[in-house]
């Protein structure tokens, strides 16, 4: 990763944005607790349970998708909306409680203090239930020898993001790995990564995760990222 200085802002507005699809049973959850630290805009990926309408009514500013298109369309959204409204940093945490708002103060901090542009939560691997340490555990790794550095968790969605890293990093991902391409977009532009500790939270909600089909999605990810390593572009 190019050492460059963090560029942070001292004044400006930090939101969080919300990608949601069909969490009517968390949103509102959600979006209660983050407003105890910032606003909290809520991405609709085109629910059809009510959550945009929940989550309006516990407070949140909703910017909607007609149909679903997928988290790394949504992201884009609300990358778009943050840096039309001129926020020096926005917070990504999930729908679904797997994120505690209350932990929005930790990377603030991270990010005022210089840490980087790019800040990410960090989970315990050692607290996932057994079926999810593994895969995680090994995407870690791969991802890590693909990018060329320690990558301490490779799926956490909990993140703070610059206003320059969202008008110029953009996944064109449109499942779970968009994630992982905003991380390597991120170094290849030179932005620095920083990392906090989080809880490791899992709920009651069944995982959208396909073991076979989104693994070897995975798998090509890590091979086009260690391509791009060395090429010094993503394509």
Same mark, same amino acid.
């Given at each position: ?6 560029? #942070?802002?001292?004044?400006?507005? %930090?939101?969080?944005? *919300? ?7 968390? %949103? ?6 983050? &407003? ?6 809520? #991405? ?6 009510? !959550? ?26 609300? @990358?778009?909306?943050? $840096? ?6 926005? *917070? ?9 708002? /209350?932990? %929005? ?19 315990? =691997? ?13 995407? !870690? $790794? &791969? ?7 320690? *990558?301490? /968790?490779?799926? !956490? ?11 110029? #990093? ?5 499942? =779970?790995?968009?994630?992982?391409? %905003? ?9 620095? $990564?920083?990392?906090?500790? *989080?809880?490791?939270?899992?709920? /009651?909600?069944? !995982?959208?995760?396909?073991? $076979?089909?989104?693994?070897? &999605?995975?798998?090509?990810? #890590? ?10 572009? @993503?394509?």
């Amino acid at each position: 990763m190019p050492e460059t200085q963090a560029r #942070v802002p001292r004044t400006g507005e %930090i939101i969080a944005l *919300i990608p949601c699809y069909n969490e009517a049973k968390y %949103i509102a959850a959600v979006v209660e607790r983050t &407003l105890k630290h910032v606003p909290a805009v809520v #991405v609709d990926d085109g629910s059809t349970d009510g !959550s945009a309408a929940i989550a309006a009514l516990a407070g949140a500013k909703i910017v909607a998708h007609a149909v679903n298109q997928g988290k790394g369309k949504a992201l884009n959204t609300g @990358f778009d909306y943050a $840096v039309a409204r001129g926020v020096a940093a926005a *917070i990504t945490l999930d729908a679904d409680g797997q994120h505690d708002p /209350d932990e %929005i103060p930790l990377f603030i901090q991270a990010f005022y203090s210089g840490q980087g542009d790019l800040i990410i939560g960090r989970r315990s =691997f050692g607290q996932m239930p057994p079926r999810n340490q593994f895969g995680n555990r090994v995407g !870690s $790794v &791969l991802l890590g020898w693909a990018m060329g550095q320690p *990558i301490p /968790d490779n799926q !956490s969605g909990y993140r703070l993001l610059s206003r320059d890293v969202m008008a110029k #990093v953009r996944p064109s991902s449109s499942r =779970f790995e968009a994630e992982v391409e %905003i991380l390597l977009r991120a170094q290849l532009a030179g932005f620095r $990564v920083g990392w906090v500790p *989080i809880k490791t939270i899992y709920n /009651d909600k069944k !995982s959208h995760f396909h073991p $076979v089909d989104d693994s070897l &999605l995975f798998l090509k990810m #890590v091979w086009r990222i260690w391509r791009a390593r060395l090429r010094g572009s @993503f394509d």
